[in-house]
C-alpha cells in the first residue's frame, strides 16, 4: 500500500471536456517515469470523477488468489442510488476509463470494496439528459449506509464517515488514496459551479466511508 499511495501522490488527475477533477501534489515521491498523467473525459454539460494511476503495487494489498469478489452494483439508500458497477481501467493514453452515464465505476488496479485501503467508485453527476448516478451524493451525511454487492453474491457494507466539496486545484490527494491497511471506501463526482467557457465543474465531491 505504500507504494500505491505513493505513486498516486505523484500522479496529476485531470478531466475535461466538462469535468470537474484536477489533482496535483507538491511533493513527488517517485521517480519522474512513474508521475504519469491519468485524465477523465466527458461529454458536456456533464462530468466524472478520477482515480489513480495503476502500478504494480495497486492490488490492494492481498496477494492475487486472495483478492476480494468483483463489486458489481452500489446502492445508497439515502440518495436512491441503485446502479451497475463496471471496472475502470487505463487507456493507451494514460487517462482512466469513464463509466458510461447510468453506470458507476470501480477503479480496478486498486483495491476492491471489502480490501484493506482506499477503494474508489466514480460516477457522473449530470448529463445533458439530466441527473445522473451521483447526482445527489453531496447530500451523503454521517452515518448514511452504502451497500456493494460482490459478484459471489455477497455483500460490503460502509458507514459514511463525513465529506467534502473541495475546489479542482486544491482536491485532498493524501486524505482520499492515504496509505491505510483499513477497509475504506471514497466515492467521487464534480461539485460546485459549472463553468461553461471550461466545459467543467470548478469542484469536487469527496465522500469518505469505513466498513460497517
Not at 20 to 46: D, I, N
Not at 75 to 86: Q, T
Not at 143 to 169: C, P, Y
Amino acid at each position: 500500500m505504500a507504494k500505491l499511495a505513493a505513486a498516486i501522490a505523484a500522479a496529476v488527475i485531470g478531466m475535461t471536456l466538462g469535468v470537474g477533477v484536477v489533482m496535483m501534489l507538491g511533493e513527488e515521491r517517485l521517480p519522474p517515469q512513474t508521475s504519469v498523467p491519468v485524465s477523465l473525459e466527458t461529454s458536456a454539460p456533464s462530468e466524472a470523477a478520477g482515480s489513480p494511476q495503476p502500478t504494480a503495487a495497486a492490488s490492494g494489498g492481498r496477494a492475487s488468489e486472495e483478492r476480494a469478489p468483483r463489486p458489481v452494483r452500489v446502492v445508497i439508500p439515502a440518495i436512491d442510488v441503485d446502479a451497475d458497477l463496471v471496472a475502470l481501467g487505463i487507456n493507451d493514453d494514460q487517462s482512466m476509463e469513464v463509466p458510461n452515464f447510468g453506470l458507476a465505476g470501480w477503479y480496478e488496479p486498486g483495491p476492491r470494496p471489502g480490501e484493506p485501503g482506499p477503494a474508489v467508485i466514480a460516477a457522473h453527476v449530470d448529463s445533458v439528459d439530466g441527473p445522473d448516478v451521483f447526482f445527489r451524493l453531496k447530500d451523503l451525511t454521517e452515518g448514511d449506509e452504502i451497500s456493494v454487492e460482490l459478484a459471489d453474491g455477497s455483500t460490503e457494507k460502509f458507514v459514511v464517515h463525513r465529506s467534502e466539496q473541495q475546489l479542482k486545484q486544491q482536491l485532498p490527494v493524501e486524505r482520499i488514496w492515504n496509505d491505510t491497511d483499513e477497509v475504506v471506501l471514497r466515492l467521487v463526482t464534480c461539485g460546485g459551479e459549472f463553468d461553461p467557457n471550461e466545459r467543467s465543474y470548478t469542484s469536487n465531491v469527496i465522500v469518505y466511508a469505513t466498513s460497517a
